[in-house]
T-cell receptor, first 114, second 111 residues
Framework: NAGVTQTPKFRVLKTGQSMTLLCAQD?????MYWYRQDPGMGLRLIHY???????AKGEVPDGYNVSRLKKQNFLLGLESAAPSQTSVYFC?????????????FGEGSWLTVV | EDKVVQSPLSLVVHEGDTVTLNCSYE??????LLWYKQEKKAPTFLFML????IEKKSGRLSSILDKKELFSILNITATQTGDSAIYLC???????????FGSGTKLNVKP
């Protein structure tokens, strides 16, 4: 079972470069999320999606864009990378059950902007 | 404003000790509270606590939810070095499909 898969795992970017993080889930989940994790700050929501073709802003959306063209994929783009975007990025997915949702995470993508 | 606060931020104990991690929340339309363990990579699910399930136990780990006082605790008894990790608390809300995470508690268990 693959679950949630992120690519790439590691990347070094120069300031001003662009890149896209790819996320795929094979659990047929409706909801998908992109979080960033920085030391001492827990997980902060960047953008999320409640279904194919829909996206919404989270807590820290500036400098990022997302797209969800297919239910199983959620892409995170950095148009012009800045050193402040050096972080670990986690993609996640969830679905609604009667009791509540459980969120499942990918392995993380370590991004360094120099 | 919705928020989830965990304490302490970090904790160092020795093997065999018992630890209690705290999570308080101020969230409207509360549905459930979740605990995750994060070692090197992705957070892994530990417990979900809801109105109908306010106490959970799995081996040496247990957790309770106090919906009146708006907090949860995660207890780990007879700690082992393998328990060293960041423990994350998250709250799920009705109708919002988003999870609100605390900043985590970093637990270091020394031999």
């Amino acid at each position: 079972n693959a679950g949630v898969t992120q690519t790439p795992k590691f990347r070094v970017l120069k300031t001003g470069q662009s890149m896209t993080l790819l996320c795929a889930q094979d659990m047929n989940h409706e909801y998908m999320y992109w979080y960033r994790q920085d030391p001492g700050m827990g997980l902060r929501l960047i953008h999320y999606s409640v279904g194919e073709g829909t996206t919404a802003k989270g807590e820290v959306p500036d400098g990022y864009n997302v797209s969800r063209l297919k239910k199983q994929n959620f892409l995170l783009g950095l148009e012009s990378a800045a050193p402040s975007q050096t972080s670990v990025y986690f993609c996640a997915s969830s679905t609604t059950t009667g009791a509540g949702n459980t969120i499942y995470f990918g392995e993380g993508s370590w991004l360094t902007v120099v | 404003e919705d928020k989830v606060v965990q304490s302490p931020l970090s904790l160092v104990v020795h093997e065999g000790d018992t630890v209690t991690l705290n999570c308080s929340y101020e969230v409207t339309n509360f549905r459930s509270l979740l605990w995750y363990k994060q070692e090197k990579k992705a957070p892994t699910f530990l417990f979900m606590l809801t109105s109908s399930g306010i106490e959970k136990k799995s081996g040496r780990l247990s957790s309770i939810l106090d919906k009146k006082e708006l907090f949860s605790i995660l207890n780990i008894t007879a700690t082992q070095t393998g328990d060293s990790a960041i423990y994350l608390c998250a709250v799920d809300k009705y109708n919002f499909n988003k999870f609100y995470f605390g900043s985590g508690t970093k637990l270091n268990v020394k031999p």
